[in-house]
């Protein structure tokens, strides 16, 4: 109930090209969904979010598109950069008690851009 | 300036052994969080505390015990490291945007190796 399934487990995508990667859970408590974006020997940084009453997001070249009704979610990359090169973390943010709030993550996506 | 930062980077030590990561974050957050990345690169959260407070406390073996003197600080200690406890542990503080939407900011993370 509190997991998040991300796929593909790693994607190899030529430069210029569209990277996706896809998400899905089961709980329909989770109301944040954030995107990590995780380089070699770095800490995870938030690279775009999404609120459930939203069907899509954009900045620059990242777009998230949120499916409500099939609980699904996905990150597009556009164009895609060597320098995009990286683990990719979906998550979902569960609020419990106290009003805190919980991250449950995806188990991350290896992009490769290639030349 | 460093926004979370974790001390040791690297930590090699020997089955049996004590040993501590401290964190520390400049941000005036006042949730702070450890994970545990294991080597298939899945992050999954320990421990959060809230303005010193124990908040969340997923199953984690007793022998890790947290520590928070105050809100800018959570240290994590490890009594008696097993080859299991191998991986990276990343700290990590967060900002409430507004309701159930946060940022997670992560620290650079300590490689921890349990000869």
């Known amino acids: 109930q509190q997991q998040v399934k991300q796929s593909p487990q790693s994607l190899i995508v030529q430069k210029g090209g569209i990277s996706i990667i896809n998400c899905a859970y089961e709980?329909?408590?989770?109301?944040?969904f954030p995107w990590y974006q995780q380089f070699p020997g770095k800490g995870p940084a938030l690279l775009i979010a999404i609120r459930p009453d939203v069907s899509e997001k954009k900045e620059g070249r990242f777009t998230i598109s949120f499916n409500k009704s099939a609980k699904q979610f996905s990150l597009h990359i556009m164009d895609s950069q060597p320098g995009d090169s990286a683990t990719y973390f979906c998550a979902a943010s569960l609020m419990f008690s106290g009003g805190y709030n919980k991250l449950i993550f995806g188990a991350g996506t290896r992009l490769a851009v290639h030349p | 300036d460093t926004a979370v930062s974790q001390t040791p980077k690297y930590l090699v030590t020997q089955m049996g052994n004590d040993k501590s990561i401290k964190c520390e974050q400049n941000?005036?957050?006042?949730?702070m969080y450890w994970y545990k990345q294991d080597s298939k690169k899945f992050l999954k959260i320990m421990f959060s505390?809230?303005?010193?407070?124990?908040?969340i406390n997923e199953t984690v073996p007793n022998r890790f015990s947290p520590k928070s003197p105050d809100k800018a600080h959570l240290n994590l200690h490890i009594n008696s490291l097993e080859l299991g406890d191998s991986a990276v542990y990343f700290c990590a503080s967060s900002q409430v945007l507004s309701y159930g939407q946060e940022t997670q900011y992560f620290g650079p993370g300590t490689r921890l190796l349990v000869l």
């Open positions: 941000l005036g957050h006042d949730t």
């Open positions: 709980n329909t408590a989770f109301d944040y």
């Open positions: 505390y809230n303005n010193k407070e124990l908040i």
